[in-house]
């Protein structure tokens, strides 16, 4: 910076006639000036090296022009008073204006040297307090933290002492050594972070929270320790979801710009200069890195690259895309049990077959959205009596006072041809809403990291909105979210209050780890606190079912709800999401709990099974039902039961009261389906009779044409006695095109899901078939379920093509 505009007032002013070299008061004003100089040398640079000398040629030049001003008012000229002024060094001359430029111009050049200044970077992690507008406080000599605006747009001030001028300070932020933030009702947000782009920034970690899939930010789930009063101390952890469990020493692998790097390197990167980001895990991981990216990595593209790290990154990109081509299976950490459909008996061997109800129906709207999303079906999430018992059919209601009706039909099994299908339904009986016992009921919702998808808490809290639309005000509801930790959120309310129930769900975010095993102990006491007599009292978890912190393995959750439902309390499990869904959690807490499962895809669904099947969902009429059959061998030589392969029980556990079975609810229907080598017929499929010495073959015609006999066992909700009931099934030669429409769409389901399996016990897996044979069973289909199944059928052969 240059002072020549300085020269020039001085030389024009010098060139007047009979004028002063310079002003009055010259020698006072530059003392000032050359003592400011001085004295800025000495202190800390905290103000822009070019606001003093600017401050000091606008005095000059104010001071110059109020002169001239001054000169132009007065009547008679003034006299030459600096030349009769002297210092106590002498009159000033030319020689000292040279001596007092050269001086300013030799400060000016010291000023514009370069100033060496921390880089940014090197800072680890700083916290931020967000400060109000500077209030002075009589007892403070600092602002008061507040809250955390949702967004800062101010750049950040310099903070300086200005001996000139007062200025209003309209925000600061203070930079530590430790991450403090407002403590918040809802989970801590990443927005404050990531949108002060000035700031070193804690950072990057905050930046990814829903902008990668699969990455998970932990920290407001597990607070720590208390700072002080309303504040919380929180640690940061990322994690790659479905990669490994949440340990320390599981770490991803971290590559930036195709270079490998640290978890350190990584948190020192500034968002805003972050391009793209890729999540892989598994395959695609391991192929690429090794064994080094088993927890998987984080490929981060950063902007202005040279053109040989673009070359380099073109690479590795196009080696990316072509592991996921190859492996698209591995590209999602979704968990099924395994198990092997159940096989043929023979009759004469094992007479008897024993198994529980089940009434869920997770397992049809989970493969829907795997077609529908053009997806690979995992053939363990084909659970076939979990696709049949999705669909209602027409039963009878039941009479003598009993909780449900008993129904059967035999007919053709349409996938091998001579055999036989035996079709069993239960129709639960329907009790009007306004005679239902009031209800007890504590949401837990997982609020998790996991949980942050669209399809996963956002429509979690649409569903549980539809399910408050059918509570009365003699109903409760408590709420209990789980992340890092469990807490309540809600007391036990009246349904009546549905705004302040509907407020506490809203502000739900997702944000942590996965402690489900201490949220479903915390929801269980809060039911048992609350419990209503001869009420219904039921915990309603909601979640992907990704349980990663504390009681988190299948057996030792079913330990834990098998310890649960001796409470009376009973268990309804939603599951929601994809890419890292825990398919065998959900049902192993089902199964155990006294339960039932569905899995909500979508707000059609959350419709159906929470609003039009409430009270079958939500209201048991029966528990520990068991079916239990006893074929004739006169009329089968070996039977197999489609599905229902987890549900299978001993043939003693059918009149032992203490093992446990499923629950059937308001109005519900439950069927299932056998499968029939008649006696007479010749089957690949039939295993080979062994010649026994010692075994007797009682003859069996002593019983007319019986094919069989059905045993029923039930308790009611709040007994522990069970009682029986029983019906016999007679010998008919039935065929497939007179069959109900129930027995045709009932059996073109169950084939659809044997197909889907890739079942090696049918010979017929034309799709063709199975679409006509459910078209003619679709019948009055007044809510259109079976007409969607029918354009499932139509999807899927598109694919498959």
């Known amino acids: 910076m240059e002072n020549n505009h300085i020269d020039q007032q001085f030389n024009e002013a010098s060139k007047l006639s009979e004028e002063p070299t310079v002003f009055p008061g010259f020698e006072k004003v530059w003392g000032k000036i050359e003592e400011k100089l001085d004295t800025k040398e000495e202190k800390k640079r905290m103000i822009p ?99 955390a605006p949702d967004r800062i747009t101010a750049s950040l001030p310099q903070i300086y002492n200005d001996t000139l001028q007062t200025k209003q300070i309209e925000e600061v932020v203070v930079m530590g050594y430790s991450k403090v933030v407002k403590r918040k009702e809802m989970t801590v947000s990443s927005t404050v972070t990531s949108s002060v782009s000035n700031l070193p920034q804690p950072a990057v970690y905050s930046s990814l929270q829903g902008t990668a899939q699969g990455i998970q930010i932990n920290g407001s789930g597990n607070q720590g320790t208390n700072i002080a009063p309303g504040y919380i101390n929180i640690k940061n952890q990322l994690v790659i979801r479905g990669a490994a469990s949440i340990k320390q020493e599981n770490k991803a692998l971290y590559v930036v710009n195709g270079m490998m790097t640290n978890d350190e390197d990584f948190r020192k990167l500034d968002p805003n200069k972050i391009e793209s980001i890729n999540v892989l895990k598994g395959n695609s991981a391991t192929a690429i890195y090794g064994s080094k990216a088993a927890n998987g990595v984080i490929v981060v593209t950063t902007k202005d690259l040279s053109r040989r790290e673009r070359k380099k990154l073109k690479k590795l990109q196009e080696e990316i895309s072509k592991q996921q081509q190859i492996t698209p299976a591995t590209q999602n950490n979704e968990s099924y049990d395994a198990f092997v459909e159940n096989p043929f008996e023979l009759t004469r061997n094992q007479p008897l077959s024993t198994f529980s109800i089940d009434v869920d129906n997770a397992s049809y709207s989970n493969v829907r959205r795997m077609i529908n999303n053009g997806r690979v079906v995992d053939k363990n999430a084909v659970r076939i009596e979990e696709m049949v018992n999705y669909f209602k059919y027409d039963y009878p209601q039941p009479e003598n006072g009993d909780p449900f009706s008993i129904n059967t039909e035999y007919s053709d099994a349409p996938w091998n041809p001579k055999h036989k299908l035996l079709k069993i339904g239960l129709q639960g009986k329907n009790i009007p809403m306004d005679k239902l016992p009031a209800s007890n009921l504590v949401f837990l919702i997982d609020v998790s990291g996991s949980m942050s998808d669209e399809n996963k808490l956002p429509l979690l809290k649409s569903s549980f909105k539809v399910l408050l639309n059918q509570l009365r005000p003699q109903d409760k509801v408590g709420i209990v979210v789980y992340a890092g930790s469990a807490g309540m959120v809600l007391p036990p309310t009246s349904a009546g209050e549905k705004n302040k129930i509907i407020e506490a769900l809203d502000h739900l975010q997702a944000g942590g780890s996965t402690a489900g095993g201490a949220g479903i102990q915390l929801a269980y006491k809060l039911a048992e606190e609350n419990f209503v007599k001869n009420g219904n009292n039921r915990v309603i978890i909601a979640t992907d079912g990704d349980f990663n912190v504390g009681t988190s393995s299948t057996s030792d959750l079913k330990t834990l709800i098998e310890d649960k439902r001796k409470s009376g309390v009973f268990l309804t499990c939603l599951g929601f999401g994809m890419g890292n869904y825990k398919d065998n959690t959900l049902e192993t807490l089902a199964d155990k709990g006294n339960g039932n499962y569905a899995y909500i895809d979508n707000m059609q669904e959350a419709n159906k099974f929470l609003g039009k099947e409430f009270a079958g969902s939500m209201y048991a009429i029966a528990k520990d039902v068991k079916i239990q059959i006893e074929f004739n061998p006169e009329y089968v030589k070996s039977y197999r039961l489609i599905g229902y392969e987890n549900r299978k029980l001993k043939n003693e556990d059918f009149t032992n009261d203490k093992i446990d079975a499923g629950e059937l609810g308001s109005g519900h229907t439950v069927t299932a389906l056998y499968e029939v080598i008649p006696a007479d017929v010749n089957s690949d499929f039939a295993p080979k009779e062994s010649d026994l010495k010692y075994t007797q073959k009682a003859s069996s015609k002593g019983f007319g044409n019986e094919l069989a006999t059905i045993k029923f066992r039930y308790k009611k909700p709040d007994g522990d006695i069970s009682r029986e009931i029983t019906q016999v099934v007679k010998n008919t030669d039935n065929r497939i095109s007179s069959a109900s429409p129930d027995f045709k769409f009932a059996s073109s389901v169950a084939w659809f899901g044997l197909v889907l399996r890739n079942s090696e016990l049918i010979t017929k897996k034309d799709l063709s078939d199975i679409e006509n044979l459910a078209k003619e069973g679709k019948n009055k289909d007044e809510e259109g379920y079976r007409s969607e199944f029918i354009r499932l059928i139509e999807s899927y052969k598109t694919v498959q093509k």
């Open 49 to 147: 090296l070019w606001l003093p000398y600017g401050i000091a040629a606008s005095l000059v030049i104010g001071m110059g022009a109020f002169y001239f001003m001054n000169k132009k008012e007065s009547a008679e000229p003034l006299k030459p008073v600096i030349a009769e002024n002297t210092t106590s060094r002498g009159p000033i001359n030319k020689s000292d204006i040279a001596k007092i430029e050269s001086t300013i111009k030799e400060n000016i050049r010291k000023e514009e040297l370069p100033v060496t200044v921390p880089n940014p970077i090197a800072y680890q992690s700083p916290p931020i307090v967000i400060m109000e507008p500077y209030k002075p406080y009589p007892t403070c000599s600092l602002p008061r933290p507040v809250e």
